[in-house]
């Protein structure tokens, strides 16, 4: 059976920092292109960082430079680092594994961003 744990969410003030983790079990995660989404109260779920298999990374435009998604294959686990957070990265944060044809999702974990 495949899981996807995401951890590592919670309240933190403007400006502040968060690491993200996604745990996995069931898959080698090294297989995978992996990704973050997001999804705020009332919106869509959007992207907010991908790692291809060979290691190429991509950004959702509000979140370039401030987030790093990286990967321990050795622990079998995609991380997220944010910095820099705003009220506006509120949101319940997403790990995703997919390929080809394959794709799983964690159960999400809520990151609030408030003074």
């Known amino acids: 059976q495949v899981q996807l744990v995401e951890s590592g969410g919670g309240l933190v003030q403007p400006g502040g920092s968060l690491r993200l983790s996604c745990a996995a079990s069931?898959?080698?995660?090294?297989?995978?292109?992996m990704g973050w989404y997001r999804q705020a109260p009332g919106k869509q779920r959007e992207l907010v960082a991908t790692m291809s298999r060979s290691g190429f990374t991509n950004y959702g435009a509000t979140v370039k430079g401030r987030f790093t998604i990286s990967r321990d294959n050795a622990k079998n686990t995609v991380y997220l680092q944010m910095t820099s957070l705003q009220p506006e990265d509120t949101a319940v944060y997403y790990c995703?594994?997919?390929?080809?044809?394959?794709?799983?999702w964690g159960q999400g974990t809520q990151v609030t961003v408030s003074s």
């Open positions: 995703n594994a997919g390929w080809s044809g394959n794709d799983y």
């Open positions: 069931g898959i080698i995660l090294s297989r995978y292109s």
